[in-house]
C-alpha cells in the first residue's frame, strides 16, 4: 500500500478497500479487536466473526515481535497460518506474508510446495513431517465442528500421499518446544532451539528461534542478522 493510496483512504477519495486491506489496515496500525470492528463498519463491512479463528494480531503481541530483533520469530495460528513475521525471520525463512493467500501457511507448504522443503536438511524431513501432521491432528481434535483445520485435512489427504499415510497412523501431539535444524542456502545448516508462546484463546503462537551461544550456529545466525534479506532468501517457509 502507497502512501498516497492510504491518504485517499484517510480523505474518503480512495476506491472502497477491499476484506483484505482492511485487515492488513487494522495489523499495521496496530488496532484492538474493537477497533479493527469499528474500521470495518466505517467501510460497511460486517467484521470477521469472533467465534472464528482470529486471525488479527494483538498489538501487545506485536510489540513483543518487534523487539525481538537478534532472533527469528513469528506468529502464527494453530492451524499453520503466518500471521506476522519479524526481519530476521524473514531472513531464514522467506518473506510468508508476500505470497498469495494460500501460500502463507506452513502444513499446507510444507506438503505441496517442493521448494517449502528445502528449508529442512533431507534426513530430517520425516521427523518434521510426522510433528506437522500430529499437531494438525490435536488441532482437529480440540475444535472438532471448526470448519478450518477439518478443510486443511481434507485437502491435503487429497493432494499429498505423505500426508495422507501419516494421517492414517493416528498419531497426535501438542506442538511444544523442540529443536530444530535450518537449511539457509548462503549461511547453511542453523540447529535452533524453537520456543513456542501461546496466547489466552490458545489459537496464535508466538514461534521463537534462538542458537545456543558459542556454538557454530549462533555465528550463523549472527551473520545472517548482519546480512539480513540481501537477495539471500530462501524458497521455503
Not at 482492511?22 to 496496530?30: E, M, N, V
Not at 510446495?113 to 530430517?124: G, I, K, N, V
Not at 495422507?164 to 549461511?187: C, G, M, Q, Y
Amino acid at each position: 500500500m502507497s502512501v498516497d493510496y492510504y491518504t485517499r483512504l484517510e480523505q474518503s477519495r480512495g476506491p472502497r478497500p477491499s476484506r483484505q486491506m482492511l485487515t492488513a489496515l487494522a495489523r499495521a496500525l496496530r488496532l484492538t479487536e474493537d477497533e479493527r470492528d469499528h474500521l470495518f463498519h466505517l467501510t460497511d463491512e460486517q467484521p470477521p466473526r469472533r467465534e472464528e479463528t482470529s486471525t488479527h494480531v494483538r498489538p501487545g503481541l506485536l510489540l513483543v515481535l518487534d523487539r525481538l530483533h537478534d532472533t527469528p520469530a513469528m506468529v502464527v495460528t494453530d492451524c499453520g497460518e503466518v500471521l506476522a513475521q519479524n526481519a530476521l525471520s524473514r531472513a531464514l525463512s522467506g518473506d510468508v506474508l508476500a505470497r498469495p493467500p494460500r501460500g502463507r501457511n506452513m502444513i499446507r507448504r510444507f506438503f505441496l510446495d517442493p521448494a517449502a522443503q528445502e528449508l529442512f536438511p533431507p534426513e530430517d524431513r520425516p521427523e518434521r513431517a510426522r510433528e506437522q501432521v500430529a499437531g494438525l491432528r490435536a488441532v482437529a481434535s480440540a475444535r472438532p465442528t471448526d470448519s478450518e483445520p477439518a478443510a486443511l485435512v481434507a485437502e491435503l489427504r487429497a493432494t499429498s500421499e505423505e500426508f495422507a499415510r501419516l494421517w492414517d497412523e493416528h498419531e497426535v501431539a501438542v506442538r511444544r518446544a523442540s529443536t530444530k535444524r535450518f537449511r539457509h542456502p548462503a549461511i547453511g545448516i542453523l540447529e535452533l532451539e524453537c520456543e513456542i508462546l501461546v496466547n489466552s484463546d490458545h489459537n496464535q503462537q508466538l514461534v521463537i528461534h534462538t542458537a545456543r551461544p558459542g556454538t557454530e550456529s549462533y555465528e550463523r545466525l549472527q551473520l545472517l542478522r548482519v546480512v539480513g534479506l540481501q537477495d539471500l532468501t530462501p524458497t521455503g517457509s
